[in-house]
């Protein structure tokens, strides 16, 4: 209540009592029911499944909103399954009635909820079960049926529960077939096999033993015959080159032959010929005796034979004092006859070979050298062959500007080998160059000088490295140097080459090498 005074014109006082009243907003809460399958009508929207929703209203009275909640609850509708099985005969309780046949039976009814509810129940009858199997046996066998062996033809009935819980009854016809027994009669040649069912027979006899066949095994007999054969071996001795012919066989060489032929029984008789041939000696073997100008020749042969040689020994080895023609006819059981021929070589003595002494040169200047030798007899190498201008020739020019000891190979077509060292003496010139410097060094060796003798005319000089590659050129003039720089640094320590070429006070050109020695 709230009151208030207020003063009019007229000069009384009025006084004001407002009464004010506060409506509290309204909230109702609407649930409603229905069962699986029905629907309901809710502000003109029909709901089939479960739903809430609020909905908000205005007061006439009291100018206030409300709010409606309403709910739709779905009630299950229940449906019942069951399922019976049972032997035939017999019965089984079913919406209250007794039900002896297969079916499937339906009945509603009203649910606690109130909804309508189904119940189906579902008979199934089983009929007694009854089989019959045929067996085949055959004679002689026997079966075992329900619990027991059975020998002999004829029905066998047995009864048991089955897997639904009915009695069944099983029937088992045993028929009994006959076996078929035969002889079979086999011919086999001596020394051959057979087999029988696994088994290998090689002697003749009575075999028996079982085929399996279909329906039955069959029962065999074999009698087994064994047809005679003839091997026969034989033994011959054949010289080297001779042929034997051998019950239509070519045989050129030792060994075992084995000839098989069909004969009239239709088996295989065997011939087997064992050839012995002496073993023939290789060809003489020659060896030149270079020291006193003969020839040794041996040959290599086994105690069978013996050797006949054209100067008449008879030993493994013999010695021929002279050159040419010569031969040796080796003899053995049974007069096997072999023969080699040759022609023995002229072996020279050492007084025909040339002599060398020492030679004394100037660098740059040839000198010839001759072995005066036959080159269709004797084969002449030269070494160090950077000093000669042929290897393999029986005349050579020797070119070197150092002492050398040269080396002469000589050898004869008998294979006698002579050899012979020459020495060359080179004469010095004035020439004073270092082997070893250190580039960059505080030293009187950080330079390689080239210092040029008097009357000495400076052509070329290079140095260069292990690959050939040039490292400095000197050849501007006297007295010039080597810093051991190249292309502005200094070349690692290592072994160098130089190579002088330059002219006499004669005008002759010879050429000087050399090694150079880096160090750091």
């Known amino acids: 209540m709230y009151s208030d005074t207020l003063h009019t014109t007229y000069g009384c ?3 004001i009592h407002l009464q004010l009243n506060i409506a509290e907003p309204q909230h109702h809460y609407l649930r409603t029911q ?13 709901i089939t499944e479960p739903w809430m929703k609020e909905i908000r209203l205005s007061s006439v009275q ?38 002896a046949s297969s079916g499937i039976f339906t009945e509603s009814y009203t649910g606690v909820n109130g909804c309508d509810s189904i119940s189906r129940v579902e008979v199934r009858v089983s009929e007694q079960i009854r089989t019959l199997t045929d067996v085949s046996i055959c004679t002689g066998d026997s079966l075992f049926v329900f619990d027991r062996w059975i020998k002999e033809a004829g029905i066998y009935e047995s009864m048991h529960t089955a897997a639904v819980g009915c009695d069944s009854i099983s029937a088992i016809q045993i028929e009994i077939l006959p076996v078929t027994v035969r002889t079979d009669s086999i011919r086999i040649c001596a ?69 098989h032929e069909i004969n009239v029984r239709g088996c295989t008789d065997s011939y087997t ?10 060809a003489p073997v020659l060896e030149a005796d270079c020291d006193n100008g003969t020839v040794q020749a041996s040959v290599e042969m086994t105690e069978a034979w013996q050797a006949i040689w ?3 020994d008879t030993t493994r080895s013999t010695v021929y ?40 040169m100037q660098p740059g200047t040839g000198i010839p050298l001759s072995t005066g030798l036959d080159s269709t007899e004797w084969e002449v190498r030269w070494s160090p062959a950077w000093a000669v201008s042929c290897t393999a020739c029986t005349e050579t020019i020797v070119n070197t500007d150092r002492d050398t000891e040269l080396t002469v190979t000589m050898t004869h077509v008998s294979g006698c080998v002579y050899n012979q060292t020459v020495e060359i003496r080179v004469s010095a010139q004035d020439w004073t160059l270092a082997n070893v410097f250190a580039p960059g060094s505080d030293g009187p060796n950080r330079l390689w000088q080239l210092h040029v003798p008097e009357g000495i005319t400076l052509l070329e000089c290079y140095i260069y490295d292990r690959w050939g590659n040039v490292m400095a050129d000197l050849s501007n003039g006297k007295d010039s140097g080597w810093d051991g720089s190249y292309q502005g640094s200094y070349v690692l320590p290592a072994v160098y080459v130089y190579l002088i070429r330059y002219k006499d006070g004669e005008g002759k050109i010879h050429i000087r090498r050399g090694d150079l020695t880096v160090v750091r």
């Open 34 to 46: 229905i069962c699986d399958g029905d629907s309901v009508n809710i502000d003109g929207e029909w």
């Open 273 to 282: 010929a064992e050839v012995y041939m002496p073993e023939l000696p290789d």
């Open 191 to 259: 020394g051959d096999t057979i087999e029988i069912q696994g088994q290998y027979i090689t002697s003749a006899g009575v075999y028996p033993y079982t085929v399996p066949a279909q329906p039955c095994d069959e029962q065999v007999t074999a009698i087994v015959e064994a047809l005679p054969v003839i091997a026969e071996t034989v033994s011959f001795v054949l010289c080297p080159g001779d042929t034997l012919w051998y019950r239509g066989q070519e045989i050129i060489r030792a060994g075992s032959y084995h000839i």
């Open 310 to 312: 054209s100067n008449g």
């Open 321 to 360: 004092q002279a050159a040419g023609p010569a031969h040796v006819i080796l003899l053995t059981d049974p007069e096997c006859t072999v023969s080699y021929e040759w022609i023995n070589p002229d072996v020279s003595s050492l007084a025909d070979l040339p002599v060398f002494h020492q030679i004394q």
């Open 62 to 99: 009291t100018g206030c909103d409300s709010i409606v909640s309403f709910e739709v609850i779905v009630l299950p509708v229940v449906s019942e399954y069951q399922e019976y099985r049972i032997c035939a005969g017999d019965s089984v309780w079913v919406h209250d009635r007794w039900t």
């Open 13 to 15: 006082d009025s006084i």
